[in-house]
């Protein structure tokens, strides 16, 4: 059963934009950390943008940073990731996670998968030259 669900992945030319949206179901991550990762094939995952719970600090990794943007609605459960200036490097498959414990400490700083509990199945982005 899926807490959460991306959308919003596909086939882009470099220097496009794609917007990537999580959505939560069946429970409420309103207070929880919430992140985008991604993988490439053969890499490892990688924290692209995490946030805190109560939206304080917003991590970004180097490799995306000025180009993409978490954003938050909590009134719809979803939370964003606008990618703009795409890159053939951003071809992976990108995951939504959640922290489980509310009010928790993830996001301070950091972008660890291993403080996020809750995955998406995950959404491919692919970003041609």
């Known amino acids: 059963q899926a807490h959460l669900v991306e959308s919003g992945g596909g086939l882009v030319q470099a220097g496009g934009s794609l917007r990537l949206s999580c959505t939560s179901f069946?429970?409420?991550?309103?207070?929880?950390?919430m992140g985008w990762f991604r993988q490439a094939p053969g890499k490892e995952r990688e924290g692209v943008s995490c946030?805190?719970?109560?939206?304080?600090?917003?991590y970004y990794a180097d490799s995306v940073k000025g180009r993409f943007t978490l954003s938050r609605d909590k009134a719809k459960k979803t939370v964003y990731l606008q990618m703009n200036n795409l890159k053939e490097e951003d071809t992976a498959t990108y995951y939504c996670?959640?922290?489980?414990?509310?009010?928790?400490?993830?996001?301070?700083?950091?972008?660890?998968?291993?403080?996020?509990?809750?995955w998406g199945q995950g959404t491919q982005v692919t970003v041609s030259p």
């Open positions: 996670a959640a922290e489980r414990r509310p009010y928790g400490g993830a996001g301070y700083g950091t972008c660890d998968g291993g403080a996020f509990g809750d």
């Open positions: 069946e429970r409420d991550y309103n207070n929880s950390a």
């Open positions: 946030i805190t719970w109560s939206g304080i600090m917003t």
